[in-house]
């Protein structure tokens, strides 16, 4: 078992970042992986774990990238259909293996992303109410609040930094609720816009809201994210109690995530690595570590093994002729 490949997943996914668990179900020799071993796939193509060599690795990446996309799993075959061996190949996705070695891999490929979360700001019975219902549909539920009396004068520097805290854990699957109830509103609110969380919205009548607004306005707060505040939260119902606010609210959440908002980017800071396609056996090749290269009339040229770029080198029009 590769405990430390999963003890990698788990703290990912502490970390709310997205990535893909990669499994080989299958093996036929000769192949450099082997069965049930496993690996992890980020956004950007960093694999950490061991699969195969060095054309079943980018061609795992390419697929488990698109699966991170999507959200669905694949079960990946690579090799020759008759592989198979009168198994079907229903749901499978298949991509020949042209390459020098005759094993075959099966690999399953289980996407991860951020669970949905709440982050209710505040302290009072609106916010118990929304992290207990959050908690019940089986959302990420978290209250932050400034951490003192609410009958004292806040402390606008807590809620800031304690929301900072969040920051790294706040993504596009996040809703932050505002429900300060008049106590720091503002400075709340402020705060949730600097985050890159998927929905920002305040608790509050529309009076108040259009005030604590004009207020953020005139502290510089850019237009378009003032305009992406919802406010009142959730399902507009008028004056009902806590409990049913917190349903109105989630019904709205549940709604936009159904509809693919509410969803973590698998993107991040780091550039996705290049790709390229072999031109000879049609494998995908990974440029920033590929060891065989070769440029032909102007034009760069990766291949996967040496038996590639011996065949390309040899007639390189047959095989652009074929592209």
């Known amino acids: 078992m590769d405990v430390s490949v999963l003890a990698e997943a788990v703290e990912l996914s502490e970390r709310r970042v997205p990535y893909v668990l990669a499994t080989v179900v299958w093996r036929r020799g000769p192949s450099s992986g082997r069965q049930g071993a496993k690996a992890v796939v980020l956004a950007d193509g960093t694999v950490r774990g061991w699969l195969g060599g060095a054309c079943a690795e980018p061609t795992v990446v390419r697929h488990a990238r698109e699966c991170m996309e999507t959200g669905a799993p694949a079960l990946l075959l690579l090799g020759q259909p008759d592989d ?154 008028g004056a009902v109690g806590n409990a049913e606010i917190a349903v109105a609210v989630m019904a709205d959440l549940v709604a936009r995530r159904a509809r693919g908002e509410l969803v973590a980017v698998a993107g991040g800071a780091t550039p996705a690595r290049v790709e390229a396609v072999d031109a000879v056996c049609g494998m995908t090749v990974l440029t920033d570590d590929a060891k065989y290269h070769t440029i032909h009339e102007g034009a760069d040229y990766w291949f996967c093994a040496p038996g590639c770029l011996r065949a390309f080198t040899a007639d390189p029009d047959a095989y652009l002729a074929a592209c």
């Open 84 to 237: 198979l061996d009168g198994r079907s190949d229903e749901g499978m996705r298949h991509v020949a293996m042209a390459c020098e070695s005759e094993g075959a891999l099966e690999v399953y490929l289980e996407p991860h992303r951020p669970e949905p979360q709440l982050v209710a700001v505040g302290r009072s019975p609106a916010v118990d109410a929304l992290a207990e219902t959050a908690s019940a549909v089986g959302w990420k539920a978290v209250i932050v609040d400034d951490g003192g009396n609410p009958d004292e004068h806040s402390r606008p520097e807590l809620v800031s930094t304690k929301l900072d805290l969040f920051e790294r854990s706040i993504d596009g699957a996040t809703a932050i609720v505002v429900a300060t109830q008049g106590h720091y509103d503002d400075l709340a609110l402020e705060a949730a816009l600097a985050c890159d969380a998927g929905y920002v919205g305040l608790i509050a009548s529309p009076r108040r809201a259009a005030t604590v607004l004009d207020y953020l306005r005139s502290r510089g707060v850019p237009e378009e994210r003032l305009n992406s505040v919802q406010s009142p939260a959730g399902l507009d119902l």
